[in-house]
């Protein structure tokens, strides 16, 4: 009986560690925005990305332009994925084309 319970400690402990390592993407995103606006950049707006992907995914989505920051929460919260064009798109929440 104590086995079991010390080793349910040491599960619940264990998810409440692996929780508290991941990243915390919504105060990037208001990080990044206030920096960004300060800079007041065009180079902010990616066009080069925005038009590339646009080209790459015009058959599946409806491309949304992305920022700097945009991507910068994306690649936070997909920290385990390869980021290109359709990955983006999936995550940014973009509409499909039917």
């Not at 700097?68 to 994925?81: E, P, S």
Request: net charge positive; hydrophobic share 35%.
């Amino acid at each position: 009986m104590q086995l079991a319970t010390f080793a349910c400690f040491l599960l619940i402990l264990g998810c409440v560690v692996i929780n508290g390592q991941s990243p915390d993407c919504r105060r990037l995103r208001e990080t990044c925005t206030r920096c960004v606006r300060s800079l007041n950049n065009p180079i902010n707006n990616l066009d080069f990305m925005n038009d590339g992907c646009r080209e790459k995914v015009r058959s599946t989505y409806i491309w949304k332009n992305q920022t700097r920051c945009d991507l910068q929460v994306i690649a936070c919260g997909a920290h385990n994925r390869k980021l290109d064009c359709a990955v983006i798109a999936q995550l940014a929440g973009m509409r499909r084309r039917t």
